[in-house]
């Protein structure tokens, strides 16, 4: 069975200070951080980080999981199509942190 979800993530851009030279991309409610030489390298960087982390965790099945840990949840379910018994979790999210 295939599912498509929406999650949308705050993603916070920081430039570089004297004591860090690099452009910071942080996803902070997944604890998820990559960097560049510029704006639009740690965004490129930022964007590929969160799809290999979420590869990975499909590849584990345990995607589910881990974003419940991140704080989210499913909040409503839908039928993707009305003539078949596949559903969808919406996850909305409650906290700020995870350690995944």
């Known amino acids: 069975m ?3 979800a929406e999650i949308r993530l705050l993603i916070e851009i920081k430039p570089p200070t004297e004591d860090f030279p ?3 991309a942080i996803y902070p409610e997944i604890d998820l951080a990559t960097q ?3 704006q639009q ?3 490129k960087n930022a964007v590929e980080a969160l799809r290999m982390w ?3 965790l499909v590849e584990d099945g345990i ?3 881990v974003l419940r840990d991140c704080g989210f949840s499913a909040y409503r379910i839908r039928e993707i199509e009305e003539d078949t018994k596949y559903f969808l979790p919406q996850f909305v999210q409650e906290n700020t942190q995870c350690r995944a």
């Open 41 to 43: 390298i740690a965004w």
């Open 63 to 65: 995607l589910d999981d």
């Open 36 to 38: 560049g030489e510029t």
């Open 2 to 4: 295939k599912r498509n």
């Open 54 to 56: 979420l590869s990975s």
């Open 22 to 24: 690099y452009w910071e």
